[in-house]
């Protein structure tokens, strides 16, 4: 699972990244609407008591979806 949750990460480099993954078989508009809804979907699965790994980053904790 991949989304945008860190100060590092953009919404653009993830578009690209889903486009160039995709070979032209992705529609731009699909991709940017689902990169840019990520978080809020990551948050809410959250609350519904989903668990994600997890890693400290300096002084605060941040989830971890690649692993």
């Keep these: 699972m991949a989304s945008v949750i860190s100060k590092e990460d953009t919404f653009d480099s993830h578009i690209k990244d889903t486009l160039y993954a995709g070979a032209g078989l992705c529609r731009e508009d699909i991709v940017a609407l689902v990169v840019k809804d ?12 989903v668990k994600f790994s997890s890693r400290v980053n300096g002084h605060e904790r941040e989830l971890d979806l690649g692993r």
């Design 38 to 49: 990520g978080p809020a979907r990551i948050h809410e699965l959250i609350e519904l008591g």
